[in-house]
């Protein structure tokens, strides 16, 4: 049997990480386990907590949380219940390698069913180039599971818009639904999909069959985090409460705490503290508007949105390569992804990756915004970058990669 050679090359990116993983994996701890300074430590010991203690804590080891969605905790216990914490942590990276390697299959997908084979196989070079794409598996957060389990609700998501298949749409749903375990923030993610619905006129009896069967899949995947919540705060929290500290940062004009500091004290009840941050984010927007007045307004709306962007999610060098050349090739993605946006025929579909684009500049307005709420866009902007590339320069290597 002929192994194409486009598996031959996710084969080859899954064996560079895994060398990564075995020979420098604890080079990417972010935090310290003596003082529990990052998230990455603070989740592993919440997977800790859930197999010893059966409770879900982060900040404190005295108190539940619901500061934080359970999904990556209980991954990680899943690890715990059959290594010990060092060797779970290892297993968990070779995991993620793995998912690393679908993923960039995914793009892969994404960018045949949008465009064609030629710049599906372009978007997988370019993919496979990026050194972020080697850092994130090594780090013990949210982002790939989720990038993973995103990019496979939006691949179902275009096959159902394509073929009107039920199927698909169900799929996509249940993908949707478990990354909602990881980062909420795209819970809103179904009003693209309806966007979608509208501008192609879809039959409204089939919309309404979709939405209703991903409705019930939503509500009994979510229902388990709904029930502990309730029972514990005695009140419907559908995923946390923890927006007051993000959106309290956004208010620093250009993110310079040094302007109009407020200090405050947290006690350990996280439900008033983040009520408390939320009331200091209303006070601190007036205020600062008031005195910045339209240049608060572009930064806030504007100049603090492009920090998605601007900077690579890559906080630890891989293989020598240091942040400055890394920036170089992120630069290159994002400027000719936003070409590729501009140049791409217009078709449903396109249309759909780029209604992605704008859903999460519009969802995280308010919130302090960085490089690593930004990662799971890049392979949108991989794909559009793939697109302007293989018709600038009319290549064709899917030849090579049959």
């Known amino acids: 049997m002929v ?36 998230d990455d430590v603070k989740y592993i010991r919440s997977g800790i907590y859930i197999l010893k203690k059966g409770s879900l804590i982060y900040k404190s080891k005295n108190f539940n949380t619901v500061y934080i969605m359970p999904g990556l905790p209980f991954v990680l216990a899943a690890f715990f219940r059959f290594f010990s914490v060092l060797d779970g942590v290892f297993a968990f990276r070779i995991f993620q390698d793995i998912l690393q390697g679908i993923s960039a299959y995914l793009i892969y997908l994404l960018a045949k069913e949008v465009f064609d084979e030629k710049v599906a196989i372009v978007a997988l070079i370019i993919d496979i180039l990026y050194l972020p794409e080697y850092f994130v598996p090594q780090v013990v957060l949210n982002e790939c599971i989720f990038k993973f389990l995103f990019l496979l609700s939006i691949y179902f998501a275009i096959k159902g818009t394509k073929t009107y298949s039920f199927k698909n749409y169900i799929l996509s749903g249940l993908a949707w639904s478990l990354s909602l375990y990881f980062k909420p923030v795209v819970a809103l993610f179904p009003i693209i999909i309806a966007l979608v619905w509208i501008k192609k006129k879809i ?81 601190r927007f007036y205020s600062q508007s008031k005195k910045f007045g339209w240049r608060y307004v572009y930064w806030y709306l504007i100049k603090k949105t492009t920090y998605l962007f601007t900077r690579p999610f890559y906080w630890r060098d891989v293989f020598g390569v240091g942040l400055k050349y890394v920036a170089f090739v992120h630069n290159f993605i994002m400027l000719t992804g936003i070409l590729g946006i501009l140049f791409s025929r217009k078709n449903i579909l396109s249309d759909f990756l780029l209604y992605i684009l704008i859903y999460f500049v519009l969802i995280y307005i308010p919130y302090f915004t960085f490089s690593r709420y930004g990662y799971p866009l890049m392979p949108i902007l991989i794909i559009f970058s793939a697109f302007l590339l293989q018709k600038i320069f009319f290549f064709d290597i899917s030849r090579n990669f049959k």
Do not use: H
Request: proline letters at 3%.
């Open 3 to 38: 192994v194409k050679k486009r598996f031959i090359l996710i084969f080859l990116f899954v064996a560079v990480l895994i060398f990564i993983s075995a020979l420098y994996g604890n080079k990417f701890y972010l935090g310290s386990f003596a003082s529990m300074n990052n």
């Open 203 to 283: 039959d409204f009896a089939f919309a309404l069959r979709v939405s209703s069967a991903i409705a019930v899949i939503f509500i009994a995947i979510m229902m388990p985090w709904w029930i502990r919540n309730y029972n514990l705060y005695d009140r419907f929290i559908p995923f946390t409460l923890s927006s007051g500290n993000p959106m309290l940062q956004a208010t620093y004009y250009n993110y310079d705490n040094s302007i109009d500091f407020i200090e405050y004290e947290t006690g350990d009840d996280e439900i008033e503290n983040d009520k408390y941050e939320l009331y200091l984010t209303r006070v």
